[in-house]
């Protein structure tokens, strides 16, 4: 998701400087701590534990370190593929009925205990990447401040608790089920179905059949995300206020029927869709037409054009294109002179893109142009001064040919372009 960090932020990643980090240890001391299972000394006063063992103890060993704790609000396991291997752990940190964040990703027990719903001040469940869970408690239902579930990775899930729509306060799941229509069960609908729901992923869900039943009642959902799914899938929903649409390795999606209703679409992303020859006709004519702002594409199969002469008409919006990685992409129509607000476009690593549409000098707001290891004929016509295509793209203030960046100056008594 490496382009997505670049133009929108789904999810957010944050690096600290040192001496901040170092402060914010110092002042956090001693309610938050690092620490094994075989730590010897733990604080009373601790309210924060990341535990940081590479493998599993002995169950004594566990009881022994827990018995250690008091009134703890976070369990966290930072280390990879190292969560709780048995159900007793999890059974014995239920009892800190304060706990407003527990991870336990990476796990492998089979049952999370349905006194799961004691945790009443929980807002952060981490299950994913357990691959034995077959099924959730209802009773995680009743977590009524829960506002992240992370069910991702979970292979074995094969159902969605009944009741897991009434979680008034879930705002950002992530799923993976057996289920042949995600959140779809008649059972689990009704009146206050996900009404807080902002941010949806489903991934490996390779069972899914069809996402029409169970989006259709996500009427505040923000983002949607659809990843490493390889059953035929279809989409027809409607979905008024998504506003980032994200689709990655799902090779059988069909998209011919798509969505309906995006009135506030900003951002649209595909990844890896190798039957996809040209972008789907409900994203350029539909009402997203008017308010896309960020589009990606990444797709190594078949994709060779955005669209057709005058299908880019209606992007009035659009600010940013970025396409990559796209062996059978070949040009850009002259239809791009219709994108008046298009301030960045990349085409990456797309080895038959070989000259740029005379409509290109028409783009008096793009501001950013970068082309890497596409055609080496394109790098030779966007050469300045010299290069057939110089003058459809001499008015963008920075360019970047396989790795040279050249910068245009607002002085009009120097030289132009500079390296």
């Keep these: 998701m490496k382009v997505v960090e670049e133009i929108q932020r789904v999810w957010y990643y944050f690096k600290m400087h040192d001496l901040v980090h170092d402060l914010a240890l110092s002042v956090a001391r001693p309610e938050c701590t690092m620490i ?3 730590g010897q000394n733990v604080s009373e006063r601790v309210r924060h534990v990341s535990l940081l063992d590479t493998h599993w103890p002995e169950e004594e060993d566990i009881l022994r370190f827990v ?3 008091r009134d703890v609000r976070t369990i966290w396991f930072p280390m990879v593929k190292a969560g709780p291997t048995n159900e007793s ?9 304060h706990m407003g964040v527990l991870d336990l990703t990476n796990s492998s027990f089979e049952v999370l205990p349905n006194s799961i719903c004691s945790l009443k001040h929980l807002r952060y469940l981490n299950l994913s990447n357990n691959d034995k869970i077959k099924k959730l408690p209802n009773s995680i239902s009743k977590l009524h401040l829960l506002q992240i579930l992370l069910l991702d990775g979970c292979i074995s899930l094969e159902e969605l608790p009944r009741d897991i729509g009434k979680m008034m306060s879930l ?3 992530e799923v993976t089920t057996k289920e042949t229509s995600v959140l779809g069960n008649e059972k689990k609908e009704g009146k206050g ?3 807080s729901l902002r941010l949806l992923c489903i991934r490996q869900c390779n ?3 069809s996402l029409m039943k169970g989006l259709q009642s996500l009427t505040v959902l923000r983002t949607l995300v659809i990843a490493d799914c390889y059953g035929r899938a279809s989409l027809s929903v409607e979905l008024t206020a998504l506003e980032t649409l994200l689709i990655c390795n799902c090779a059988n999606l069909d998209l011919s029927y798509g969505f309906g209703g995006l009135e506030r679409l900003q951002v649209f992303g595909i990844w890896e869709l190798p039957y ?3 972008l789907p006709h409900w994203l350029l004519q539909g009402p997203s037409s008017n308010t896309l702002r960020h589009l990606l594409i990444h797709d190594r199969g078949y994709f060779q054009a955005l669209t057709d002469e005058e299908g880019l008409l209606n992007l009035t919006s659009l600010e940013t294109v970025v396409i990559e990685e796209c062996p059978q992409f070949s040009a850009v129509p002259e239809g791009m002179r219709h994108l008046t607000a298009l301030r960045r476009l990349d085409i990456r690593y797309c080895p038959k893109f070989s000259a740029l549409p005379e409509g290109m000098r028409h783009l008096s707001s793009l501001r ?6 596409c055609n080496k004929m394109l790098t030779q016509r966007c050469q300045p001064r010299i290069g057939e295509d110089w003058n459809k793209i001499a008015h963008v203030l920075d360019i970047c040919l396989d790795g040279i960046r050249f910068s245009r100056t607002n002085n009009r008594n120097e030289n132009p372009f500079h390296l």
């Design 171 to 173: 705002q950002h799941l």
């Design 193 to 195: 179905y996900f009404n």
């Design 89 to 97: 752990f999890v059974t014995n940190v239920l009892r800190f009925n």
């Design 276 to 278: 996809l020859v040209t």
């Design 67 to 69: 018995g250690k704790l």
């Design 36 to 38: 094994t299972f075989h």
């Design 368 to 373: 950013q142009l970068k082309i890497e290891e």
């Design 207 to 209: 069972y899914m059949e």
